[in-house]
């Protein structure tokens, strides 16, 4: 099958012939029909977060299932699915109260050193699949857990922002802050995951939505997904906007950038006792500066860490999908452009740029 592989940090993406083993236990074989570029692969694909290399990075897939494992029991030949991430035992404390998404056993579904590798180059190395997804591939080989039956009718570019930027967007508005009806909200970054983080504060019913970005194309893009308000943070002081705009600061501020100065907008744009989640992927070593009597203490403010939208895939998936098909959930807008595995390395330059939502791979 063909891969877009990582062979060295900030090489770029090679396109490469791979081999695939069979399902073994509770692995899912999948054809890949969309791979969603997510800003999060590119970070792994420059930046050293201890990922094993060679890899293939991709964690945003739709496709349809191929073979199943002789443990599998959710899942059978022919069926829809989207794939997340989101990696979880099903055994412990966690995932017994429904908070999955805090599993701290999910390398147990990962492939142990005793087993052979899900995949091979042409010399017969190892080859990494990050996340446990390695969607940039032709194929993917994933534990059922990591996957979400997907019902008929919505479009497989669509169905592959499902798993990564629908949940972290959406669910850290609705899991994560529990945005209530008449609540403000304010959005920093209108990327993939801020367009959804609008969605999710949308959909549970915010009177305003303040988007902050540096592109007025991407802000008017914001529009559409449900900000009521607009602000270029180039433009002057995004912080005295969203002040004004929300008379002492919003209930919510979502930093969807991951950028220390932006971080600290964000908890400066929030009213006394309002909350900052955190969504944007930080590099490592990234350090917050707060003055904790005037930012924290004194303002009665809250700062919390989201990840991927405190989801419950099986749960939230559904229910996103379903979303989508009624019409009350804008996904496709967010698919700016579909492309063949080769332009991979041309998308990702181009995502630099900041004026496209998500780009998906739907030809190999």
Not at 192 to 204: H, K, P, R, V
Not at 289 to 296: C, G, L, N, P, R
Not at 325 to 335: A, E, F, M
Request: net charge negative; aromatic share 4%; hydrophobic share 45%.
């Amino acid at each position: 099958m063909r891969a877009a592989v990582i062979r060295g940090l900030g090489e770029g993406f090679l396109v490469e012939d791979l081999s695939i083993a069979e399902p073994i236990g509770r692995e899912v074989l999948v054809e890949v029909r969309a791979s969603g570029l997510c800003h999060s692969d590119l970070h792994f694909a420059t930046i050293d977060f201890g990922v094993p290399l060679p890899a293939v990075l991709g964690h945003e897939l739709a496709g349809v299932v191929l073979a199943v494992g002789p443990e599998v029991q959710g899942f059978a030949p022919g069926d829809r699915v989207a794939g997340s991430l989101v990696q979880f035992c099903s055994r412990c404390d966690a995932c017994l109260s429904g908070e999955t998404y805090r599993c701290r056993s999910g390398a147990e579904l990962m492939r142990g050193p005793d087993q052979p590798p899900r995949l091979t180059d042409a010399v017969g190395e190892a080859v990494f699949p990050v996340f446990g997804t390695a969607a940039f591939a032709e194929r993917a080989l994933v534990h059922e857990n990591q996957l979400v039956a997907l019902p008929d009718g919505i479009p497989f570019p669509q169905a592959s922002v499902l798993g990564c930027a629908t949940i972290t967007g959406a669910g850290a508005a609705i899991n994560a802050a529990r945005v209530r009806p008449g609540d403000t909200a304010v959005v920093i970054g209108v990327g993939g995951i801020g367009l959804n983080i609008i969605s999710g504060a949308a959909l549970a019913g915010a009177e305003k939505i303040i988007a902050v970005d540096l592109s007025d194309e991407k802000l008017e893009l914001a529009r559409r997904f449900g900000a009521t308000h607009v602000v270029n943070g180039g433009a002057g002081d995004p912080v005295a906007a969203v002040q004004e705009i929300t008379g002492g600061g919003a209930d919510h501020a979502f930093e969807a950038i991951g950028l220390p100065a932006t971080t600290t907008q964000a908890l400066r744009m929030t009213r006394i006792g309002g909350q900052v989640l955190l969504i944007g992927l930080q590099p490592p070593g990234s350090r917050m500066e707060i003055a904790m009597m005037d930012d924290v203490i004194t303002p009665q403010r809250t700062v919390k860490g989201v990840f991927m939208g405190s989801a419950n895939i099986k749960r939230d998936i559904p229910v996103y999908a379903e979303l989508y098909l009624q019409g009350r959930l804008n996904l496709d807008d967010l698919i700016s452009r579909e492309i063949p595995v080769e332009e991979i390395n041309d998308a990702y330059e181009l995502m630099k740029t900041g004026q496209i939502a998500r780009t998906v791979i739907t030809r190999w």
